[in-house]
């Protein structure tokens, strides 16, 4: 077992002091690895630059020599059986996937600061915290409290732990509900007053709406762990079986809820697609490089469009809320990227080299926006062809039974042949023109829509925009109830 200590000696000076106890040691030397970056954020973030001291002890409390060996990997002398690492990190960033500490607060994102024995990530873990007993923990794992103040996190594996961000503090809020044998708990914290009732109901809905599709649910408990800023923020993260979620400004009201909607039915449908329907190239992740995959369209452009197709279809949403959402989505793909050379393929790799801010005019598209917009076209050609009867729905279905519960990894091309078999054809057309290359897919999208009793109208100016023509449209009700 690898054993980690937390504590902050100067929570002013927003820093964390990390122990790390490595025992069972039989080799000349021992490889400290600290990740590059994080699954959830396909880019390098370097936590390294973070540290701000890195010491080795023996058990004995004696230095022993180390040497740094890459920007983030360090090489331990390791002549003793216990070896003592201590490290103080900096926690200064209040983001869905970073690392934060005050006098109120602990947050910890663990892949940011936990190092990892190299050859040892399968090993279990055991996380010790230092908080009073006043403090309250949102985290997939559920702590235990010990004597002198030490709350005790126990994973598995190194994965596990790296996948269940922690928020500590006195002034946490909570409240569950069941779906099934699944325990889910909606966290709160910052100036915001919930409306327990409201969000119960409208979380519930949208988590057995999900289920309902998928079939079953991965995990046993799931958390919504909402920090809500008084600065504008928007930003969550999946993980195996939570979500950290940052808003912002807290004076929004219902323009706050409605975004606390979206994201949370888009994070909690990461559950199923990518924290356990992978791609290939990402199993395992490797922590310490860029891991290169073509079909963040999948796991990026898919959910974002089930996010808030989920809330209509529960009721959630009206339809003119649902088109409002939809068509915002729209509007960002095609005026801002819509004339980009790159495919969605070429823009996955791009992720890990500008993927998260502005690229330069007309090379790259999002995954997310793009993403939807091809999740959009497929759902609408697939009902259409199957009269209902199948949709992109039953494709992430079969994926999650293919892929994701044996937990085997998918590549494009199986993505594609399960397309196929729901469709009943072929689909070369659909990833020639859709997936690999650069096309404006506006006439097509326009076309498409009109079946459905929606128009995609161009204002002069050339902006974007639907309009909701016939509301008794059989193919639009069956879409979206």
């Known amino acids: 077992m690898i054993n980690y200590r937390i504590f902050s000696e100067n929570p002013h000076g927003h820093f964390l002091n990390i122990e790390m106890a490595i025992t069972n040691i039989n080799t000349q030397f021992i490889d400290l690895q600290l990740p590059a970056w994080r699954p959830g954020r396909y880019e390098l973030q370097n936590f390294a630059k973070n540290v701000q001291r890195f010491e080795v002890f023996s058990g004995e409390k004696n230095p022993i020599p180390f040497q740094k060996i890459t920007k983030d990997c360090w090489r331990i002398q390791s002549d003793n059986e216990t070896v003592v690492v201590k490290m ?35 090993e279990s873990c055991e996380v010790e915290i230092h908080l009073g007993q006043d403090y309250k923990f949102a985290c997939g794992i559920t702590p235990t409290f010990s004597e002198n103040a030490k709350w005790i996190f126990s994973a598995k594996d190194y994965y596990e732990i790296i996948d269940c961000p922690m928020l500590a503090s006195p002034y946490l809020q909570s409240k569950s509900y069941n779906v099934k044998e699944t325990e889910f708990t909606v966290w709160f914290l910052g100036n915001y007053k919930p409306n327990w009732k409201k969000i119960l109901a409208d979380f519930k809905s949208f988590s057995e709406k999900q289920i309902e599709v998928m079939g079953s649910f991965p995990e046993k408990d799931y958390h919504f762990i909402n920090w809500i800023l008084p600065t504008a923020y928007y930003h969550g993260v999946e993980h195996r079986n ?60 898919i959910t974002t469009y089930f996010g808030d197709l989920f809330l209509k279809q529960t009721g959630i949403f009206t339809v003119e809320e649902y088109l409002k959402e939809l068509g915002t989505t729209i ?21 890990w080299l500008d993927g998260y801010v502005k690229p330069i005019p007309n090379r790259r598209v999002s995954i997310y926006q793009k993403g939807a917009v091809i999740a959009l076209i497929l759902d609408l050609e697939i009902r259409l062809k199957t009269e209902h009867s199948s949709s992109l729905e039953t494709v992430m279905k079969l994926m999650w039974e293919q892929f994701g519960k044996p937990f085997i990894g998918y590549s494009l091309n199986d993505y594609q042949t399960i397309a196929e078999k729901v469709y009943g054809e072929s689909l070369i057309w659909y990833f020639e023109e859709c997936v690999a290359g650069n096309s404006s897919l506006e006439e097509r999208l326009r076309t498409l829509l ?30 979206l109830q």
């Open 331 to 351: 509007k960002r793909h095609f005026e801002e990227d819509g004339k980009a050379f790159q495919s969605l393929i070429e823009s996955s790799y791009d992720l």
């Open 88 to 122: 103080i990190y900096y926690a200064n960033v209040q983001n869905a996937g970073s690392s934060f500490v005050d006098t109120d607060v602990m947050y910890v994102n663990f892949v940011n600061c936990l190092p990892y024995v190299v050859g040892r990530m399968d």
């Open 450 to 479: 009109t079946h459905f009793g929606i128009k995609l109208q161009s204002t002069e100016d050339g902006k974007l925009h639907l309009e909701l023509v016939d509301n008794q449209n059989e193919n639009l009700k069956k879409w």
């Open 242 to 301: 939570s979500t950290m979620i940052v808003l912002g400004p807290d004076s929004e009201g219902d323009n706050l809820y409605t975004d606390l909607l979206g994201i949370s039915s888009h994070e909690l449908f990461h559950t199923w697609n990518i924290c356990k329907i992978r791609p290939v190239e990402m199993l395992p992740y490797d922590l310490t490089k860029e891991n290169y995959f073509p079909t963040g369209f999948v796991a990026e452009g």
